[in-house]
């Protein structure tokens, strides 16, 4: 890219790599944390040295912006955004997330809010008793993988009556099945997801922008990253790079 910063050659390519991942699946990858601190560094040093005012902006999203302003040829807020636009896309929200989503739908009951937030709390590590999940089955088996809607379906043998007093007598270990089930949803999501969702999600949230981060929250508010931790989650990532800066200071003195 023709500039007259050089700098500008630097953030291209790194935009580059960042940009090449989070594609279809089966190949799929995430951005390497190391390649987005690189990125976040670029921006900061065009930010300071060529654009920034008297009073610069602690929103970092705002010197995203003007980097991308100042050098329009980087279409950086298209890229950033057509980039998260893939991850909730190909991503698909886990069993809490959905459960977290009917809580926050228009009209929803108080009350019924409450139980869908202690079933969230329970499927994400908590342990009930095993009567009591017959309170949250109505939640539950929407969420039941497809296999287990087949094991509790009407065999063709069976009437319509027998079928509905084989499933009252067996109230109890449905729902509690049921439970387990979505539980082991929410596990492999973890498993299939977790690792990489997890530092791409502090990485975007850091830069400060609530329409990105609103967009992750909608495949990620249930599972492991309400929208107040999130933001925890980016608080002590910061400090623990300002405790690293603050030590390689020290270090070469």
């Not at 040093?45 to 040829?73: M, N």
């Not at 379906?153 to 439970?179: C, G, M, N, V, W």
């Not at 530092?199 to 909608?218: E, R, V, Y």
Request: positive net charge; proline residues 6%.
């Amino acid at each position: 890219m023709s500039s007259t910063a050089p700098e500008t050659d630097d953030l291209e390519k790194c935009l580059k790599q960042i940009t090449a991942t989070c594609r279809e699946i089966p190949k799929w990858q995430w951005p390497a944390m190391l390649v987005c601190k690189t990125f976040n560094a670029h921006i900061d040093a065009l930010y300071k040295k060529h654009l920034a005012p008297e009073r610069p902006s602690p929103i970092f999203w705002d010197a995203i912006v003007a980097v991308d302003h100042r050098w329009p040829g980087l279409h950086l807020e298209k890229q950033l955004n057509q980039l998260v636009d893939r991850v909730v896309k190909y991503v698909p929200c886990g069993p809490v997330t959905q459960l977290v989503k009917a809580a926050s739908a228009p009209g929803v009951a108080q009350e019924q809010k409450a139980r869908i937030e202690a079933l969230a709390a329970l499927i994400r590590g908590g342990q009930g008793i095993t009567g009591a999940y017959i309170t949250y089955r109505d939640l539950l088996i929407p969420l039941a993988s497809p296999e287990f809607k087949l094991a509790i379906a009407k065999p063709k043998q069976r009437t319509e009556t027998e079928h509905a007093a084989f499933l009252k007598d067996s109230d109890a270990f449905i729902s509690y099945a049921a439970f387990a089930d979505v539980q082991r949803l929410h596990l492999l999501w973890l498993r299939n997801y977790d690792a990489g969702i997890s530092s791409f999600a502090q990485w975007i949230a850091g830069f400060q922008n609530d329409q990105l981060t609103q967009k992750l929250l909608t495949i990620l508010s249930g599972e492991i990253f309400p929208a107040e931790e999130l933001k925890k989650l980016h608080k002590k990532r910061l400090a623990r790079e300002r405790v690293a800066k603050s030590r390689l200071k020290k270090s070469a003195e």
